[in-house]
Every structure is written in structure tokens, then in C-alpha cells.
């Protein structure tokens, strides 16, 4: 049973670009977070999702960044116009119901350059 | 929003040697979970503990939901122990994800 999948697992894009990070949950997991881990600190939640809907993006800034779970296929983090400050780990996380035990990706580290 | 406390910060030990984590928490949790965080950076479960002991070898972690607190106790420390460890809880409903302690960073020398 493979767990929590990210790719890729290193990405460097410079200023402006844009960035797209993938999360395949662990099988039969419907729940889906992402997080940010800015270096020598702890994670940060951004959103959590279900399939098809996003349930609370409370931690996700308001510009530039968008998250979707559709119906097929990965979990997607899309940041848009890079900035230097975006660069840090992000990582994902899914749990098979909502404050359950939570499994995490092995994070994308994004340098923006 | 809920306030999640770790010490100590750092943590420099000899092998061998037995250490013993805190992880407090300002409000009622639903769910507490401890991870280590390797140097690759790569975050391990450890426990997923709300309350209660746990056991997994070297390791064990007790939660005291009612005090607000959760110890993670690691005996015979080895060199592959170091890193950061991480408290995280999930409050209320849980949808606004865990919040996660700043950690300790624990380093075993040989």
C-alpha cells in the first residue's frame, strides 16, 4: 500500500513562473491538506480538500495561490508568479476521515531563483 | 487559534542516552500526533495519540488531554534518533488542519 505520493520532489522555478506541485493520496483516503514549511520552522496549514470541493483555505495566501482535488486524478497546489519568498517545502497530507490520523508526502522543495 | 508549546528547543545527547520531549497545548484536542522529522526531510509518524500511553519499541509517548500536555520519552538514544520532533493537534473540528509545534531538535553524537 504505497503511501502519500509528491512530485516532484525538488523544483526551481525563477521570479514569475509558475509552480505546480502534486499529491496523490494514500488509497482509500479522501481527505487531503496541504502545508508550508518555511525553513527552520514547523508546518503551516494552507487548505484542506475533499474530492471535488475545498472545504477551508483559511491558511492559503488570498493571491496567487489556488488548490484543487477533482474527481480524478492527484491533488494539485498551483502557485502562481513566483516570488522569492514562496520558496520552502510544501508538503501534503491526507487521513481517511477529517482529524484522523494524518500521513504525509516526502514535501516539494520549491526554489524560486 | 489553538497555541501548541515544545521543549526544549534543542537537545544535544550522548548514545545511550534516555531523553524525554513536552508538548503542551493551550485548548481541548481531537486528535494529538507526534513525528520526527529526518535530516532528509522526510516527516515520520511516530504516535497518533489523543490521550493514553503508546508504546513502538524505544519509543513511547503518554497524552494527558485533561492537563493539556503529552510527553514523548525516547530510551537509548542512537545517532539515527537526531532530528526534529513535532507535536501537532488537531482542535475543534479539524478542518483547519493540525497545528504544529516549532519542534525540538534533538542531536545524538556517538
Known amino acids: 500500500n504505497a503511501g502519500v505520493m509528491q512530485n516532484p520532489r525538488h523544483l526551481v522555478r525563477r521570479r514569475g513562473q509558475e509552480a505546480r506541485l502534486r499529491c496523490s493520496p494514500m488509497k482509500g483516503h479522501s481527505h487531503v491538506y496541504w502545508y508550508r514549511q518555511l525553513p527552520e520552522e514547523g508546518l503551516k496549514f494552507m487548505v484542506y480538500?475533499?474530492?471535488?470541493?475545498?472545504?477551508?483555505e483559511s491558511g492559503m495566501p488570498k493571491e496567487r495561490f489556488s488548490a484543487e482535488f477533482p474527481k480524478e486524478g492527484p491533488s494539485i497546489l498551483r502557485i502562481q508568479q513566483v516570488v522569492r519568498g514562496d520558496s520552502a517545502a510544501y508538503f501534503c497530507?491526507?487521513?481517511?476521515?477529517?482529524?484522523?490520523?494524518?500521513?504525509f508526502g516526502q514535501g516539494t522543495r520549491l526554489t524560486v531563483v | 487559534g489553538i497555541q501548541v508549546e515544545q521543549s526544549p528547543p534543542d537537545l544535544i545527547l550522548q548514545e545511550g542516552a534516555n531523553s524525554t520531549l513536552r508538548c503542551n497545548f493551550s485548548?481541548?484536542?481531537?486528535?494529538l500526533q507526534w513525528f520526527h522529522q529526518n535530516p532528509w526531510g522526510q516527516l515520520i509518524n511516530l504516535f497518533y495519540?489523543?490521550?493514553g500511553t503508546k508504546q513502538n519499541g524505544r519509543l513511547s509517548a503518554t497524552t494527558v488531554a485533561t492537563e493539556r500536555y503529552s510527553l514523548l520519552y525516547i530510551s537509548s538514544s542512537q545517532t539515527t534518533d537526531s532530528g526534529v520532533y513535532f507535536c501537532?493537534?488537531?482542535?475543534?473540528?479539524?478542518?483547519?488542519?493540525?497545528?504544529f509545534g516549532k519542534g525540538t531538535h534533538l542531536i545524538i553524537q556517538p
Open positions: 495519540i489523543p490521550s
Open positions: 497530507a491526507s487521513s481517511l476521515y477529517v482529524s484522523t490520523e494524518a500521513f
Open positions: 480538500l475533499q474530492k471535488e470541493n475545498i472545504i477551508d
Open positions: 485548548d481541548s484536542v481531537n486528535n
Open positions: 501537532a493537534v488537531y482542535s475543534g473540528g479539524g478542518a483547519d488542519g493540525l497545528t
